[in-house]
């Protein structure tokens, strides 16, 4: 792992609560996209909003509060991004880090960070067709030399069934159609030099359901361009980036964001100690259909994070960060780690940092639905974890890991402010979670492997004036079966949510993926989602209003690598 250093780590020696997709565990999930692989962390919590954008977090924290990375670099546009629109066939891992993460990457990552890592290079050329039912399509193809990468990507599909439900049982939005494209491209201009670009677009078209009648709903088209072009030499990186997004939904709404920005680092060996230095700058820039002016801000930040051996069992691990973000002040972030080896692939650590998340320039600014709160402060707050992780075998690995987390001034939305039909962005006053977070995963024979995750915890948030409120769900379970037969490998996966707000029902999600093949280089797979056809539909809830879950559904696709 990379991600929760900013340099090379083996997962058991990083001193957080972590988790690793690598591309044998998402080829036995049969993911599309990455959004169908992070769904699968232990303690995940989702937003769903009909326009079909779904949007995660960790600890009872959705969204705002987990910094979504490309190779490092930021992906979220003002507070969106899509994860569903990124095919699975360019990624090479996915690395994750819960628990804080504002040192070493800012804002939004106060409950932790997702890196999305592409292929550096394709270990085979393929193209790749599938069909399902509801009007179902996938369409990929991946084409690699030596230097350059090209990945494309098509997914659609139509009357997907329930996507939004108001509050009166009475009216609903069914999804119509959706439609994604996806595309990667990634040149090595030299042995150091790297260029990245990637886009992504989804459409989608909604019907509406008031009392019985059906009327159109809403038409929405997003469009997003992420770009870096990235020097390494040696342990000295360096990066330029660009981002923008550009919403359309129905006549009355156009948004369209752009960021700029660099990130710079280098690390040092001095003595027993590591030490990796860095500072970034961003620009960002957004405007709605009723902005006149586009809002505008800047910020930047320097860090350091120190490694030093202190016994030949511990290490200990200081950094800090000092953020500027216009508009919301200057934030001092300091983390503290230790970890302790108990004996060879057994370790235990201790994590304490603080975290911050800045306003989105949306929400201080105001669009044509919400107010402008110009005097929206940033949150802050405190993380503490206690781990355990233990490799049992080579193919045996064990992580449990409690933690504790207090935000200031969390930021929250409000509707209907003060009677004005409108929205408005506010600082609460407190959020806290305590909880505990268990995985186990074994490959028990060559033929046969399987993985759990459990967590438990219980959000909640206090507003300015109020008692203390409960937020989201309490107990989350992740399992995964997997069975090799020769040439046939069989997978199915679980996620399970339970002990939830508003009187919503438990969530329990089932894929079944089925790879047979054919020839070396040419194979079927055979994929079942929401297996068995659950409902979730969540109606005025803060952890998401919406349908998290399509209505059951099927995709067959063949693959021939050449």
């Known amino acids: 792992m990379v991600t929760a250093a900013r340099y090379e780590q083996r997962d058991i020696d990083i001193p957080a609560a972590t988790e690793i997709y690598d591309q044998e565990k998402i080829e036995k999930l049969g993911a599309n996209n990455v959004m169908e692989v992070v769904k699968n962390i232990p303690g995940f919590t989702l937003t769903a909003s009909p326009t079909g954008n779904t949007y995660i977090g960790f600890r009872g924290i959705a969204k705002d509060n987990v910094a979504i990375l490309v190779n490092g670099i930021p992906l979220n546009q003002d507070g969106n991004y899509d994860l569903e629109s990124i095919s699975a066939d360019i990624i090479d891992r996915i690395e994750v880090v819960k628990g804080g993460a504002t ?10 960070v997702i890196n999305i890592i592409t292929n550096k290079k394709a270990a085979k050329n393929k193209v790749l067709i599938g069909f399902g039912d509801k009007n179902k399509f996938k369409g990929a193809v991946n084409v690699a030399t030596d230097k350059l990468q090209l990945s494309y990507s098509r997914q659609q599909s139509k009357d997907r069934g329930f996507v939004y439900k108001n509050s009166g049982a009475s ?13 990667n491209l990634q040149y090595a201009i030299s042995d150091n030099l790297s260029l990245q670009y990637m ?48 919403w359309k939904f129905n006549t009355s709404t156009h948004q369209k964001g752009h960021n700029y920005g660099a990130d710079l680092q280098d690390k040092f060996k001095l003595g027993n100690t590591m030490l990796t230095v860095g500072a970034n700058y961003e620009n960002e820039n957004t405007k709605n ?18 490694e030093t051996e202190v016994s030949d069992k511990t290490k200990i691990f200081l950094g800090a960060r000092e953020a500027y973000v216009e508009e919301s002040g200057s934030k001092f972030c300091p983390q503290f780690q230790v970890m302790h080896s108990l004996g060879t692939d057994d370790n235990i650590y201790l994590n304490v940092n603080r975290s911050m998340r800045a306003p989105h320039v949306n929400e201080q600014w105001g669009t044509s639905t919400q107010l402008m709160n110009p005097d929206l402060k940033a949150e802050n707050g405190w993380n503490y974890e206690f781990g355990w992780k233990k490799k049992l075998a080579a193919d045996e690995l064990f992580k449990v890991n409690l933690y504790h987390m207090d935000i200031n001034d969390r930021i929250y939305s409000q509707r209907n402010y003060n009677g004005s039909g ?23 024979s060559e033929k046969f492997s399987y993985n759990v995750g459990v967590s438990y915890g219980n959000p909640e948030q206090k507003l300015a004036k109020g008692d203390w409120q409960r937020v989201d769900f309490k107990l989350g379970l992740h399992a ?23 009187g919503v029902k438990p969530m329990l999600d089932l894929t079944l993926n089925v790879k047979q093949q054919i020839t070396k280089n040419d ?30 559904n099927w995709m067959l696709s063949y693959e021939h690598s050449f």
């Open 289 to 306: 259909s009723n902005n006149i002016e586009a809002a505008k801000r800047d910020s930047a930040a320097v860090f350091f994070m120190t």
């Open 103 to 112: 040192v070493l990457y800012g804002s939004n990552a106060s409950a932790g």
């Open 171 to 183: 009216n609903y939005y069914t999804g119509d159609k959706l439609e994604k494209d996806s595309l």
């Open 199 to 246: 886009y992504s677009k989804k459409v989608s078209d909604c019907s509406k359901s008031v009392n019985g009648v059906y009327k159109p709903g809403f038409h929405s088209d997003i469009k997003y361009n992420f770009g870096q072009l990235r020097y390494v030499n040696d342990d000295l990186q360096a990066t330029v980036f660009f981002r923008n997004r550009d």
């Open 523 to 552: 194979a079927l797979r055979f994929a079942v989602y929401n297996l068995l056809d659950r409902d979730d539909i969540r109606t005025g809830s803060s952890s998401g209003t919406g349908a998290m879950l399509e209505e059951r």
């Open 480 to 502: 995964g079966v997997g069975y090799n037969l020769g040439k046939t490998n069989a997978n199915i996966y679980a996620n399970y949510m339970a002990e939830r707000i508003n």
């Open 422 to 444: 409108k929205s408005m962005f506010l600082n609460a006053n407190k959020y806290r979670n305590t909880g505990v977070e268990v995985s186990y995963e074994k490959a028990a």
